[in-house]
């Protein structure tokens, strides 16, 4: 089936985005990397998705972005079906790091401020996403700040560590102001389960702060439970199905695999 992309990504989310018994295979596969997938994402929620290794995460947030789409089902944005809006309109609302970033060696603030190409040189901007990003620290270490170029190869330019280069990318993840969906893709599976949950903690207490009339969806994948017990609503995702979704209270009323998997990390760090 092929849809005519002709409807316009839209401006905020008030219902949200809601799962329709989506399927997927990769292109040239048979298994099913997803299977019959079906969920409710409210406008507003912060949303942690949990699952081994494997068990089809990246690939969920993969066709919530419209890298890929559905084998079968369908994915709403309120009542349109994202096949209809076309994918780069859908990415110009999109906001977010993945787990495999790039090592864009510009300078810092251009590096940076690719996250939102139109805003690219609006050092403001950049700014505010190293201050979302925790990258303070990050920035403060560099020679020449912002205007410091990255990469030995460079003249004058910088090496940076693996854990900055990740914080760098967080700040570009973050450059957008106002997405309709942040998705987070253990962006920072390189930094201390300390320093992601106080990240964590910041974003969720900043968003829940204002008055946010966006309706935006923060999608969040993580290893980390301390992490995870924050966000208003967790998928468990086992061998491409959803095993349990709810809060972290229903999911630990419910004695299931969440509450299985966190009370084993919990006693790890006691
Ligand atoms: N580009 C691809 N082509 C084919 N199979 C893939 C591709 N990317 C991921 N997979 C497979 O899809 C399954 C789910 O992967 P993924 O969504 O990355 O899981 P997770 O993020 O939960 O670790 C895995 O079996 C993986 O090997
Ligand atoms: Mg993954």
Redesign the pocket.
């Known amino acids: 089936m092929v849809a005519t992309a002709d409807q316009p990504a839209p401006d905020r989310l008030t219902r949200g985005i809601r799962l329709d018994h989506v399927s997927f295979a990769y292109p040239g596969t048979d298994r099913l990397v997803l299977d019959d997938v079906s969920l409710d994402l409210p406008a507003g929620a912060v949303v942690a998705i949990v699952g081994e290794n494997g068990a089809g995460?990246?690939t969920l947030v993969k066709l919530l972005c419209k890298l890929y789409a559905p084998t079968s089902g369908r994915i709403l944005v309120d009542d349109t079906d994202l096949a209809r809006i076309p994918a780069d309109e859908w990415r110009g609302r999109l906001a977010g790091a993945f787990?495999d970033f790039f090592r864009f060696e510009l300078l810092a603030r251009q590096s940076i401020g690719l996250g939102d190409v139109p805003r690219v040189d609006e050092v403001p901007a950049v700014r505010a996403a190293v201050d979302r990003a925790g990258a303070t620290d990050v920035v403060d270490k560099l020679a020449t700040g912002l205007s410091t170029q990255l990469g030995p190869t460079w003249p004058g330019g910088v090496e940076v560590s693996f854990g900055q280069w990740q914080k760098l990318a967080l700040a570009r993840g973050f450059m957008r102001d106002e997405p309709l969906l942040l998705a987070l893709?253990?962006p920072t599976a390189a930094l201390d389960a300390e320093t992601e949950h106080a990240l964590f903690e910041r974003y969720a207490a900043a968003l829940h702060a204002r008055d946010d009339a966006s309706g935006r969806i923060s999608i969040l994948?993580s290893h980390r439970f301390s992490t995870v017990r924050m966000a208003d609503y967790i998928v468990v995702l086992d061998g491409a199905r959803v095993v349990e979704a709810g809060s972290h209270d229903e999911l630990m009323a419910a004695g299931g695999t969440y509450a299985e998997l966190y009370q084993i990390q919990a006693a790890a760090y006691r």
């Open positions: 995460k990246s787990q893709d253990e994948v």
